[in-house]
């Protein structure tokens, strides 16, 4: 008889990165609940985290690799899976090139170390420019204004909330997604927690959104108008001697040209297309100059728009202009114990961020980050000629629900000569798959968070170890991604001889390294006195070398993987401090304010201002806190309950239409058309609907039983795949033009 425990997890499903405890008894999982004791979230959980049980258990996770025999996919060896994408793979690389072989990568690799620490190694290998991944279809304006301003683009100032007296949230419901680019668990009771203080919360979104009601002012603005707004309260602040950089002063290049590049837009000019008052948009200004604990924060609305990296470096902008960059309460940086790329290397100067290195074949869009556009994939996929693209890998990703025009990006799939994904679900992607490599339950694999803390609201350290061992031989999935890079690379080695060959490797140019703490160091006794295998032996040389780290020996008081081991509620390492100029990692060691990359898409913002306003509707979405992306609709305790997939329209738009509550509408873009269950909803702007994306289980051939009973539709059909935001290659996910009728 087995009996019961409590183990302690990080939860990896959202960016909140929430401690829990869950109950296990041999291989079942029990109850879970928000761990108190995490000394970062501190109990909090929202009903994903309950959900993981279900997850770890759901019949229709995939456990056995599938491999495509006579049209149909069959459960197969993992050796069988391994000999097919091998006997397939090669010829194709041979023929055609490595670039004939793309990548496409999907958000919950951000989410899982195994993915994080593994995705790059086999990239190395397969060494094809064609990577395509879910940022571009998110965070990659963000990452570009971030590269341009600070050097590096997982440089990101966040709001420090716990100190804020003002706080204004553009794009973005926490409320529902629990923070992106801003780990925060329990938003709700830390707004709530300001507002006591005398704080307040401004919310500046198309829809009244669950924060929208916990804010003390919600301002409704027109889809993709952002960036008009933030430029106007630059120009009001400068119009009204309102700017105070205060410190940074010296620490600045470009603050005359953005006086400049802001000098014309008035409130008075922006008002009409943003559909916000002079006078509303000259009180905010105010409002974020009377204090340097004001933070402006913007995500998905500000991101996934036509102004997307406009929109992210004003946001910046703002907060420098108002004296809150790099100031308790303002928005600060981060310092995360491993890994961060801004506290490694020389402190204060670096190389910067440098876009469009190459183009894309057919469209010829700007290389981003080492990437292409998501949006670009299928053409890349369709049209022939050199380079070509021939054969696929997804890892952890469902484009044909989360990008544009999936209908055409599944036709492209299925004319692939091979394709093969990295998942845990037979889903509407790779549902067209030649083989279909299972990933783990999280459960499964050990947990720390690479990514997350480079954005939390403190800093801190946590460590999960696996709950459940991998039985009956079944990969981790860094022994998945090894061996796939063996094979893409034509190497005969196994994963464990591969694997030290790159811990070996990067303890080597540690040593060699002046400045690292282990330079001049004995390879082999750093080596020796590592922790774990795989990704863990990786975690721990990170920790040690990082911020907090012990350096191997010189201060042993500091971390390591095994203390974290034995600290199962984490570390905490306080309130974020600021970091300016040691953080940056420009070439001039300042903060560039002005980036001519950015200030060279201004003209565009100049155009669209005269451009007409369309007479259809403008779509937006939205996220709900039982949801994520396309792949949790599988759980029942996340299917359950009112149904989500609604296109919300406010009730005047609807009278007008004739559209009754659950009556069906259609809704048609330029590349697709839906039909959609009407919610009427004053908390909708006129002129604007949102529908969720992520929907649309009903494609034959994938196995999601649960998330198929109700399919609801796939907003992103409406999306159109030929517009991106140029500088990033974003896609336009929100502030689409669509025209609406009774169905
Ligand atoms: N209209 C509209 N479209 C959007 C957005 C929007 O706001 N509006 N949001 C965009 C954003 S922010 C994002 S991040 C993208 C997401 O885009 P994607 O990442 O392409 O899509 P997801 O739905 O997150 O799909 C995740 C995939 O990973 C698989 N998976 C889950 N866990 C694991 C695991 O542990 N291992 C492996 N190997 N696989 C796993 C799931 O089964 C699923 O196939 O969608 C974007 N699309
Ligand atoms: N429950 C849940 N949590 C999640 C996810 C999920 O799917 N479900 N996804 C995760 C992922 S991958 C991400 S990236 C994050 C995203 O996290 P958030 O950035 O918080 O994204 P959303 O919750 O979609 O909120 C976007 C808001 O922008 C508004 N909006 C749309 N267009 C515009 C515009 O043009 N201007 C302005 N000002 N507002 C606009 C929408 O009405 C919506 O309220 O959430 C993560 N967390
Ligand atoms: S908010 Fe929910 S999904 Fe996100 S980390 Fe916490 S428990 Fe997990
Ligand atoms: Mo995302």
């Known amino acids: 008889m087995t009996k019961s425990e409590t183990k302690y997890r990080i939860c990896p499903i959202c960016e909140a990165t929430c401690g829990l405890t869950i109950e296990t008894n041999g291989r079942t999982v029990g109850d879970i609940r928000g761990n108190d004791e995490d000394v970062f979230s501190h109990g909090f959980i929202c009903p994903k985290g309950v959900a993981l049980r279900e997850l770890d258990a759901d019949p229709d996770r995939l456990r056995t690799p599938l491999v495509r025999r006579s049209g149909e996919l069959i459960e197969a060896s993992w050796e069988e899976a391994f000999a097919e994408i091998e006997k397939r793979i ?34 190395k290998a397969l060494a094809s420019k064609n990577l395509y991944s879910a940022s571009t279809l998110d965070q990659m304006p963000k990452q570009v204004s971030n590269g341009l301003m600070y050097g590096n683009f997982l440089t990101c100032a966040v709001p420090d909330i716990d100190r804020s007296d003002l706080l204004v949230i553009m794009g973005a419901n926490p409320m529902a997604s629990n923070g992106s680019l801003w780990t925060v668990p329990d938003f709700r009771g830390r707004i709530k927690a300001m507002q006591k203080r005398g704080g307040r919360l401004v919310v500046i979104d198309p829809r009244r959104s669950q924060t929208a009601k916990l804010a003390d002012q919600h301002i409704a603005i027109r889809p993709g108008t952002d960036a008009y707004l933030l430029a106007a309260m630059a120009n009001t602040m400068f119009a009204e001697n309102l700017v105070n950089v205060g410190e940074l002063g010296s620490r600045i290049n470009g603050l005359d040209d953005v006086e400049k590049a802001v000098e014309k837009y008035s409130p008075e000019l922006v008002a009409e297309i943003t559909q916000v008052s002079p006078e509303t948009i000259k009180q905010l200004a105010r409002d974020v100059a009377a204090t340097d604990a004001s933070a402006v924060y913007g995500r998905i609305g500000t991101c996934t728009q036509e102004f997307g990296t406009l929109s992210s470096w004003l946001t910046d902008v703002v907060n420098i202009l108002a004296g809150s960059l790099d100031r308790p309460g303002g928005v600060m940086f981060p310092k995360a114990p491993a890994l961060q790329a801004n506290s490694t290397g020389t402190p204060g100067s670096g190389r910067g961020t440098r876009i469009g290195r190459w183009q894309s074949r057919v469209r ?25 693209i021939r054969a696929l890998f997804t890892i952890a ?120 703490p282990i330079f001049e160091r004995d390879e082999s006794e750093i080596f020796e006195s590592l922790t774990g295998t795989g990704p863990d032996r990786q975690i721990d040389l990170a920790l040690r070398v990082g911020p907090y780290g012990d350096g191997f020996g010189t201060d042993p008081d500091s971390l390591t993987l095994k203390k974290l081991i034995d600290t199962p509620n984490g570390i905490d390492y306080g309130p974020l401090e600021p970091r300016m100029p040691e953080a940056l990692r420009t070439p001039s060691g300042k903060i560039e304010m002005a980036p001519p990359e950015i200030l060279s898409d201004l003209p565009r913002l100049d155009d669209a201002l005269v451009r007409t306003v369309p007479t259809s509707f403008l779509l937006i979405g939205r996220r709900d806190v039982r949801t994520n992306n396309s792949w949790l609709h599988n759980l029942p305790l996340l299917a359950k309950g009112p149904f989500k997939c609604t296109m919300q329209i406010h009730p005047d738009d609807a009278d007008r239409l004739g559209l009754e509550d659950g009556a069906m509408a259609s809704v048609k873009g330029k590349s697709g058309a839906v039909e959609v269950v009407t919610e009427r909803t004053p908390d909708i702007m006129p002129g604007v609907i949102s529908i969720p994306h992520g929907f649309g289980h009903n494609q034959q051939g994938a196995n999601l039983r649960v998330a198929s009973e109700r399919p609801g539709v796939n907003s992103n059909l409406l999306a159109d795949d030929s517009v991106i935001d140029p500088l990033s290659g974003n896609a336009i996910l929100n502030g689409i033009p669509v025209s609406v009728s009774a169905a």
Request: hydrophobic share 40%.
């Open 90 to 123: 090669t010829p194709i690389i041979a023929k055609h090139g490595r670039e004939s072989v793309a990548t496409y990568l999907g958000n919950p690799s951000a989410h899982k170390v195994a993915l994080q620490l593994y995705i790059p190694v086999f990239l």
């Open 364 to 388: 010829g869009a700007s290389e981003i980050l080492g990437e292409l556009p998501a949006v670009c994939l299928a053409e890349e996929i369709e049209t022939p000629g050199d380079q070509q």
């Open 397 to 516: 990703g469902n484009p044909i629900l989360s990008a544009p025009n999936g209908e055409r990006i599944s036709r492209a799939f299925g004319t692939l000569d091979f394709m093969v994904s990295i998942d845990i679900y037979l889903n509407e992607t790779t549902r067209h798959a030649d083989v279909i490599l299972p990933g783990t339950s999280p459960l499964e694999e050990s947990h720390f968070d690479i990514g997350f803390h480079q954005f939390a609201i403190r800093n801190a350290a946590r460590f999960s170890p696996a709950l459940f061992s991998l039985d009956d031989g079944r990969p981790g999935e860094w022994e998945t991604l090894l061996r796939l890079a063996a094979i893409v690379s034509g190497q005969d080695v196994s994963a464990a001889d591969m694997d030290e060959q790159i811990i070996r490797g990067r303890i080597k140019s540690l040593t060699q390294k002046e400045g690292s």
